[in-house]
């Protein structure tokens, strides 16, 4: 059975950091596009980051461009978000996702809220 389990959300202050990571099995890791999605309160889910760990290709939304950095351990078979100087409006409950394209995803965690006080 395919998990993916998030973690590392909290509250944390505009300007500051946290690091979410998503634990997955082997095969998932190695073989799946590893996505970050959000959704805020009262908002559609949103992309955030892609890595495809093959190709060593990220992708990145405008909006957290510059600010966000997602990256693998291959031997953990861990993908991390890496966010920093957070902003209020990134408040979000986010998602680690997989797929075997970057338009369909299929298996998705349960989600790791992140709240920015300003």
């Known amino acids: 059975q395919v998990q993916l389990v998030e973690s590392g959300g909290g509250l944390v202050q505009a300007g500051g950091s946290l690091r979410l990571s998503c634990a997955t099995s082997?095969?998932?890791?190695?073989?799946?596009?590893m996505g970050w999605f959000r959704q805020a309160p009262g908002k559609e889910r949103e992309f955030v980051s892609r890595i495809n760990w093959n190709f060593g290709s990220t992708y990145y939304a405008d909006s957290v461009k510059g600010r966000f950095t997602i990256s693998g351990d291959n031997a953990k078979n861990t993908v991390y978000l890496q966010m920093n100087n957070l902003k209020p409006e990134d408040t979000a409950v986010y998602y680690c996702?997989?797929?075997?394209?970057?338009?369909?995803?299929?298996?998705w965690g349960q989600g790791t809220q992140v709240t920015v006080s300003s």
């Open positions: 082997g095969r998932i890791f190695s073989s799946y596009i």
């Open positions: 996702a997989a797929g075997l394209t970057n338009v369909r995803y299929t298996y």
